[in-house]
T-cell receptor, first 114, second 114 residues
């Protein structure tokens, strides 16, 4: 079945460092891909999305490109801030079925220090 | 526009009891999905409703059920609670009918079973 694999955390960075969180997926067809972020005590917030191969999603300085050939959707940010500290989830929505369903990776905790 | 709201935010129940959680989607959204989040299993899809019909269901026992009303509000019910049902239950809503759409999450209901 469809699945998502994320790099294990925690990831600890200094402020203004470059961030990469790896995400790969297994799915049939062309799923939609998403990154969500969860701050302590809150629900999930949509960070960015991509719906077809070579699409680049971007938001708040974060970017991810839908790579069909490597089945990847890595999250990047050029300069992280302390306020970016949170748990990041990569997710896919299956291509077929006609329903709204998300399959999530395990999540990667990011800690940014001043 | 108001976001997804969930009530109650916190619940403490005893093993064997039943519980009902409520979710109000973003105005105009007709798709509502439910997810369970635990430290051990991560984020898992429970079910999705669209126009009062359950379109898809995850791999959970029959003790987990849900419904959707004509105003798109949704409830989920868990009967005969077990300790392992302790989790954060997240509701999400989507605008599009055809699936693969981005989902907007509520803050969640934290259920503790003792």
């Amino acid at each position: 079945g469809d699945s998502v694999t994320q790099m294990e955390g925690p990831v600890t960075l200094s402020e203004e460092a470059f961030l990469t969180i790896n995400c790969t997926y297994t799915a049939t067809g062309y799923p939609s891909l998403f990154w969500y972020v969860q701050y302590p005590g809150e629900g999930l917030q949509l960070l960015l999305k991509a719906t077809k191969a070579d699409d680049k999603g971007s938001n708040k300085g974060f970017e991810a490109t839908y790579r069909k050939e490597t089945t990847s959707f890595h999250l990047e940010k050029g300069s992280v801030q302390v306020s970016d500290s949170a748990v990041y989830f990569c997710a896919l929505s299956p291509f077929s079925g006609g329903y709204n369903k998300l399959i999530f990776g395990a999540g990667t905790r990011l800690a940014v220090h001043p | 526009k108001a976001g997804v709201t969930q009530t109650p935010r916190y619940l403490i129940k005893t093993r064997g009891q039943q519980v009902t959680l409520s979710c109000s989607p973003i105005s105009g959204h007709r798709s509502v999905s439910w997810y369970q989040q635990t430290p051990g299993q991560g984020l898992q899809f429970l079910f999705e409703y669209f126009s009062e019909t359950q379109r898809n269901k995850g791999n959970f026992p029959g003790r987990f059920s849900g419904r959707q009303f004509s105003n798109s509000r949704s409830e989920m019910n868990v009967s005969t609670l077990e300790l392992g049902d302790s989790a954060l239950y997240l509701c999400a809503s989507s605008l599009l009918q055809q699936g693969r759409d981005e989902q907007y999450f509520g803050p969640g209901t934290r259920l503790t079973v003792t």
